[in-house]
């Protein structure tokens, strides 16, 4: 069974910077897309970046310029550099895999980590 841990995260200030990493691992044959997404409360679930596994990079608009999504194949890793933080990143991030298993391919969430930040 895959399973998608994720760590980094926490309190800062406005301006400040937060780091998130998420290893994939059980039964992996390959990795698809990998991605961050967010939900803040009372909100729908967003995606913030993915990456391919060739590195082909998308970010949502509101995070261009600011964040920076990459990963290890080898590693099976996802991370998310999140700098010049705004309040309104303030949210749960989630990590997301397309995973290419014996049985299938299937998309794999990690459980969540909060990131707040403060005005």
């Known amino acids: 069974q895959v399973a998608l841990v994720e760590s980094g995260g926490g309190f800062v200030q406005a301006g400040g910077s937060l780091g998130l990493s998420c290893v994939a691992s059980?039964?992996?044959?390959?990795?698809?897309?990998m991605a961050w997404y967010r939900q803040a409360p009372g909100e729908q679930r967003e995606l913030v970046a993915s990456i391919s596994p060739t590195g082909v990079t998308y970010y949502t608009d509101s995070v261009k310029g600011r964040f920076t999504i990459a990963r290890d194949n080898a590693k099976n890793t996802v991370d998310l550099q999140m700098n010049s933080l705004k309040p309104e990143d303030t949210a749960v991030y989630y990590c997301n895999a397309n995973v290419k298993e014996a049985r299938g391919r299937f998309s794999y969430w990690g459980q969540g980590t909060q990131v707040t930040v403060s005005s």
């Open positions: 059980g039964g992996i044959l390959s990795i698809d897309w």
